[in-house]
């Protein structure tokens, strides 16, 4: 046995809560869980183990997914805040992204992973720039990540083709090695319907599908995205979207706050998978995700922080709470979005369809569950950390009045990331990534 | 000296940012503040201190203030969720409240203190019963607090005599060396307009000025309130409490979230100081804090997570995080409310009055700012965590990006309550808590 979790206080298994269990791994795969009632007798064998972690006082469950974000944006922590969207873009974000380098998106890829590994995470959705660099970075953080190069042509045909060659040859690079069932995969990632034309759209539709990976995208985030594209192009986003086949099985659709209510007919209908973003949507002043609605209809959700920069931290601890609370203060509904959707939302439960138990249509290397065949990716909190005690309900404390503080130790793939608090290597991260940040503004300042 | 912090990264005066430098402590006030110039031979001296903390890879700012609590409801974290205000408190609190004994107030509120002291809280303005214990509990924890018992009659005349009467022998029996001035002092706290009758109220206000004692109490927390108290008392809450004298300048007003244009002048005239409760005002669906008209109209204010069992925890860094998102959503405005707005309501900083540059009005024993002459209430945060790692902007940082887990060393009184994110004797308060919180929710379920 590679890995063994003996004597675990409470152990979430995404649907059932057991107490006093251990948990076996093999091969990045849970092979066995043994309920409270194990003898001393029949655990012998399975303390022989490569790795053995004690469970005692801790509780275990799957890792979280993040599921929209722009992981080297770490470097951008608090450069610009309590900003309109648009001079926030001008005058911070996109001066600074004009100069970032393929080291920078390495060191921010790593500083956003070893934030996502001290608060749970154990998969992230990335959208950014250099993914040579960001799918290095995740691989050698240890965490499972599904990242695209984001794509823009401002309708413009020359960018276009630069766009269309720079994906072309990254899949050619990568892509065999990191196809959709890896611990790190590639996908599409046309950056929304007002930054690409139709034709990018298009184009990045029939690539993803090519290729078999996941389409993500930014869609129906703010209202002017509505007015703009009611009048440029005649139809709402998400109605566009499909128009143009964007919406699909295969496609991640981040934010989806502003849908016409037959549009979420056509979200359901379409397969599509949508991502809360409550923390960037409050902070931007953007809107409220309507979970109801689509949870009602049955459409596969994710949880996310977004980027940091419009966040400002990658903790989904922070999200949980923020999506519940959003939903009940939007709609004046205090038994809206309980814990226990928040959670499915925020461990993967909720992107899962038809009768996958265990992994993820999306991404099948990504497990959401804690049975026997899934992949081994959960974290084991500290039931004495203060915000634990005490239990009289270990979801809404996990949901409602945890942070990322109370996250004890990691395991994703079956490797440990973290244990007692401790992640190897940090030191480096922190450094490396602080001396790009500081280089990046002063570059920009100068310029 | 008794403390000395040397060679601190980034110390956080409450108005400016100075870089390397220390601070050294005697008789629990701050006495001097050295810059980042300090010579090895100017340092000298203030190294021979009883204590010595390393400040080095640390920020350092105020301790936080939590404006309004109910501490000991920490036992009751998860209790009940998900539920709207009546049939929660009619089939969860009040059957649980009724069951509460002075010893499960007295770890209740050591559980509550120690998670106050983890998240970087010095002060809690606490609202509760069996106030002796409660007192007795933040002494032997250390922090400094304001403690009140919550009284009620419920328009009943026999009522009312049995609540003045208890209060009257908590002020002859503790009231002396308790005062307004002391670390741990005591309030009264009539509970609100809708408990208690106008009688109970006047009476409160008597009380509270011969004892020289804040008054504290919840006002205009929901639009049910609003309501009823047009009906019953034929007038908007804010405007009643003003009727019967219950807004001056020893007055703490919770919540405050539905006010009349007129009203907001009616509190700034006052005095009073008003918190803004976000989380807990966002998990009942009650409203949102008028915050930009109580600040445009410089009103007191500040900052708290209410009881744990609405919330569900008592992390000042994320009230810090929802009290700005909050105003951001609701008023659909990405300006308003920014981190340096936050912070100023979290550290005690906006509810100061006139030139008490360093002390609060309502609490001389507090502290909210890094000056020579000020109470020494203040925390130091880790720099190489992740979530505080680049520092393009401190505060930004400390209100949208940190959590509780940042937290390193907390100081109170002069007093070292924590470091390196230890606070001795945590077990014998995880372990009576969780024991008190059983058989708590035992006898209830039996009676």
């Known amino acids: 046995m590679d890995l063994v979790v003996h004597d675990i206080d409470f152990l979430w298994t995404g649907e059932t809560l057991l107490e006093k269990s251990s948990i076996s791994v093999e091969d990045g795969e849970i092979v066995a869980i043994a309920g409270g009632d194990t003898t001393p007798a029949a655990r012998e064998p399975v303390i022989e ?79 950014y720039f250099y993914p040579r660099d960001a799918v290095r970075a995740f691989e050698d953080a240890g965490i499972k990540a599904a990242v695209g190069l984001a794509l823009f042509d401002f309708f413009d045909e020359e960018r276009r083709a630069q766009e269309t060659s720079r994906m072309e040859e990254i899949l050619r ?38 290729a078999g990976l996941v389409l993500h995208t930014h869609l129906a985030e703010t209202r ?13 986003p998400f109605s566009y979207a499909h128009s143009v086949g964007l919406l699909s099985e295969n496609a ?17 209908s379409s397969g599509v998978t949508v991502v809360y973003n409550p923390a960037s949507n409050m902070k931007l002043a953007s809107g409220a995700f309507p979970f109801r609605a689509f949870a009602d209809r049955g459409v596969p959700m994710m949880l996310a922080p977004d980027g940091v920069a419009s966040n400002n931290n990658l903790d989904m601890f922070d999200e949980m709470k923020l999506a519940s609370l959003l939903q009940k203060h939007h709609n004046a509904d205090p038994e809206l979005m309980t814990a226990r959707e928040t959670l499915d939302v925020a461990i993967g439960a909720a992107m899962r369809r038809g009768d996958r138990s265990h992994r993820t249509d999306l991404f099948p290397a990504v ?43 990691v395991v994703c793939g079956g490797r440990v990331l973290m244990e007692d608090g401790e992640v190897p290597g940090s030191e480096e991260v922190i450094t490396e990534a602080r001396r790009c940040a500081s280089a990046l503004v002063q570059r920009v300042a100068t310029h």
Not at 74 to 87: F, K, P
């Open 367 to 409: 497990g959401s569950a804690i049975v026997p065949g899934a992949p081994a990716d959960f974290v084991l909190l500290d039931l004495s950390h203060p915000q634990m005690v005490p239990v009289h309900n270990l979801i809404s404390n996990v949901v409602y009045a945890a942070g990322g503080g109370v996250v004890d130790t």
């Open 49 to 127: 183990a490569a790795r053995i972690v004690d469970g005692r006082g801790k509780a275990l469950l799957p890792g979280f997914k993040n599921g929209h974000t722009h992981a080297a944006m770490t470097l951008l922590r608090g450069y610009g805040d309590d900003m309109a969207l648009q001079e926030w873009l001008q005058t911070r974000i996109w001066p600074v992204e004009a100069a970032l380098t393929p080291e920078d998106i390495y060191w921010g890829t790593r500083l956003a992973a070893l934030e996502m590994i001290r608060t749970g995470t154990t998969f992230a959705n990335d959208m």
């Open 173 to 210: 690079d990568v892509g065999a090695s990191h196809g959709r069932g890896a611990p790190v995969s590639l996908t599409v990632a046309p950056h929304s319907i007002y930054t690409c034309g139709p034709e990018l759209l298009r184009w990045s539709v029939a690539a993803a599908d090519e």
């Open 252 to 268: 991640i659709a981040a934010h989806a706050v502003w849908l016409e209510p037959e549009e979420i007919a056509m979200a359901a």
């Open 224 to 236: 002017t995205e509505v007015e703009n594209a009611r009048r440029d192009l005649g139809m709402s």
